[in-house]
């Protein structure tokens, strides 16, 4: 079983900054993909941004020049780098990975991480 660890999240005026970021835990796991997903009340939960192994990258029309994802293969981590932050962007922001694990069995897995909020308001 592979665990996500958010954090991150909280209060930021409109046109301000925040950075979320994620860890992976397990035992012998391998990831693949990385990504952030966001849900707001009442919609579905949407794709933010996703970054693979080799750090090839995709994002949302709506994030595009303002967010940055990244992430550290060694230590299991991704962030996500939120500029010009808008109204519309307040979510509960939630930390996706899929990959590998060999512990008991080799299988694949994916896992989410329990959300952290984001609120841009003045």
């Known amino acids: 079983q592979v665990q996500l660890v958010e954090s991150g999240g909280g209060l930021v005026q409109p046109g301000g900054s925040l950075r979320l970021s994620c860890a992976a835990f397990?035992?012998?796991?391998?990831?693949?993909?990385m990504g952030w997903y966001r849900q707001a009340p009442g919609n579905q939960r949407d794709l933010v941004a996703t970054i693979t192994t080799g750090g090839l990258t995709n994002y949302a029309d709506s994030v595009k020049g303002r967010f940055t994802i990244s992430r550290d293969n060694a230590k299991n981590t991704v962030s996500l780098q939120m500029n010009s932050l808008k109204p519309e962007d307040t979510a509960a922001y939630y930390c996706?990975?899929?990959?590998?694990?060999?512990?008991?069995?080799?299988?694949?897995?994916?896992?989410w991480g329990q959300g952290t909020q984001v609120n841009v308001s003045s």
């Open positions: 996706n990975a899929d990959g590998t694990t060999f512990m008991p069995v080799i299988r694949s897995f994916q896992s």
């Open positions: 397990g035992r012998r796991f391998n990831i693949n993909t």
